[in-house]
């Protein structure tokens, strides 16, 4: 799902990024969002959107406490309004660096009286990106300080180079999810989940080809997909799989002639059309008890092989 341009959106080096390795990948993330900006092969191939803003200044912000849009972008909790934008607070925020190791690094955001006039609840969060063979990991550890439930969503927005830099076009690039995906889709309208669903557009149930005419409508949205994981790649080729076992739907967008694929693992979902009424009771939230915490969390393989696709 779209995003507006991040201040970080230039195509080169992120000031303040911290870097962190294994022996098959390497990764910066800016304390701005805590946002992945830059992920590498070892042979220094970049698998990562630049950020280039002549397209979209994102490159894979964190969604939190919201994913897409309230109705009139306004939060309203026990009879009082708050403006919330787009996707909410956190990747507008500069983190605080609480743990840095050769190969991971944790970023923190708690809440202040910034936080407050947009989200009114205490919370911790914690965003640790771990390198493992050819594995990153990022895990968000959302935490309840206060005394009742906490309500929030949690997304990632990685946007992934389309074609990646293994050889094959763009329109050799494939989707394939784990399982077969035959529930309907849904589209944002005006940033608000659509009323009314489409047809999966999967080939034989499993395979997304991925087109620029695809997107003119915006980002699929699989409100209830069976897989847990899917891989992006030309058959035969290196590739990536992206995995997301706890988080219960999927966006994928791009923009129309823009060289990057975003895919997106959530917790919830945009506010549907003609929603109203309290944010507790929005649907697709988590629901945090008072000293507790929930993780989200997605991963990032690189594949030597991509397997062979079928479609």
């Not at 895919?263 to 109203?276: K, L, N, T, V």
């Amino acid at each position: 799902m779209s995003v507006e341009p991040a201040s970080q959106a230039t195509a080169g080096k992120v000031e303040g990024a911290v870097a962190i390795a294994s022996d098959h990948l390497s990764a910066e993330v800016a304390p701005l969002g805590a946002e992945l900006v830059r992920l590498r092969d070892a042979q220094g191939r970049e698998l990562l959107w630049n950020g280039d803003a002549a397209f979209w200044g994102g490159r894979a912000p964190l969604l939190f406490p919201i994913i897409g849009r309230l109705p009139g972008d306004e939060l309203v909790h026990e009879g009082r309004t708050y403006k919330m934008l787009q996707h909410g607070l956190a990747r507008r925020r500069v983190f605080t660096l609480v743990d840095k190791g050769p190969s991971s690094v944790t970023f923190g955001l708690d809440a202040d009286a910034q936080t407050r006039e947009q989200y009114p609840f205490d919370f911790a969060l914690r965003v640790t990106y771990a390198l493992a063979e050819a594995t990153l990991t990022i895990t968000a550890t959302v935490s309840n300080p206060g005394t009742a439930p906490l309500p929030a969503s949690f997304g990632f927005h990685p946007a992934f180079l389309w074609p990646l830099p293994y050889g094959g076009t763009r329109a050799q690039h494939r989707l394939v999810f784990e399982k077969a995906e035959v529930a309907p889709i849904h589209r944002p309208v005006g940033g608000l989940l659509s009323a009314a669903a489409e047809p999966s557009p999967l080939v034989h149930g499993d395979v997304l080809e991925p087109t620029d005419a695809m997107f003119e409508r915006d980002a699929l949205i699989f409100t209830e997909p069976r897989s847990r994981h899917v891989r992006f790649g030309v058959s035969g080729l290196p590739g990536l799989e992206v995995a997301f076992p706890g988080m219960p739907q999927l966006g994928i967008w791009s923009k129309p002639g823009a060289p990057f694929l975003c895919i997106e693992p959530w917790y919830g979902y945009a506010s549907p059309e003609g929603a109203s009424g309290d944010f507790a009771g929005k649907p697709g939230l988590a629901h945090i008890p008072p000293g507790g915490a929930q993780d989200f969390a997605m991963s990032v393989r690189w594949l030597p092989d991509v397997g062979r696709i079928e479609a």
